[in-house]
């Protein structure tokens, strides 16, 4: 079973950052629930160990959403682990 790469986001943003679930959607803006600067190069880092996927912290500071994010990570997995 495939988990997608929305759902590993926010999983990783509650277990992690200590994030509220109720707070996250795609649309969320990533500033807006509390992802910075700081936190960037750690949420990339996570995203490399959970889903062995390169995204650099200036890259997550471009994206505007918690669906970008996932969107970008999507387009970096390998075709077999994709979910369209």
Known sequence: MMISTYSVL???LVDEFQL???D??????????????LTA????????SRL???VQDYERL?????GDVAA????RL???QRQG
Request: aromatic share 0%; glycine share 10%; net charge negative.
């Open 78 to 80: 390998p075709a077999d």
């Open 24 to 37: 996250l959607s795609a649309d969320a803006r990533c500033g807006e629930v509390g992802l910075d600067s």
């Open 62 to 66: 471009e994206l505007p959403t918690l």
């Open 20 to 22: 509220c679930a109720e």
């Open 52 to 54: 062995g996927v390169e």
């Open 10 to 12: 926010t999983e990783i």
């Open 72 to 75: 970008l990570v999507e387009t």
């Open 41 to 48: 190069a750690e949420l990339a880092g996570l995203l490399r």
